[in-house]
């Protein structure tokens, strides 16, 4: 219990501080970079993920294939 005290306290300051630093013209540039480096990494990751989904189905797809073609006498 003690531990999840100091998370939450962490996370307290933690939110203070960052909006306070976004109060800055400075602070706002950094988190504006921030969020679009975030997006960036999200939207490469979702990207990885389809086309990684789509190898595994064509794979699957050719590979019925094969087991339909071995499985006719």
Do not use: C
Request: proline share 1%; charged share 30%.
């Amino acid at each position: 219990m003690k531990n999840f005290i100091w998370l939450v306290v962490g996370v307290g300051i933690g939110f203070v501080a960052a909006h306070e630093v976004n109060k800055t013209q400075q602070g706002k540039r950094f988190f504006t970079d921030l969020d679009a480096k975030t997006r960036e990494f999200g939207e490469a990751i979702s990207e990885g993920y389809r086309k990684r989904e789509a190898e595994l189905h064509a794979a699957l797809g050719e590979a019925e294939e094969t087991i339909e073609e071995l499985s006719k006498p």
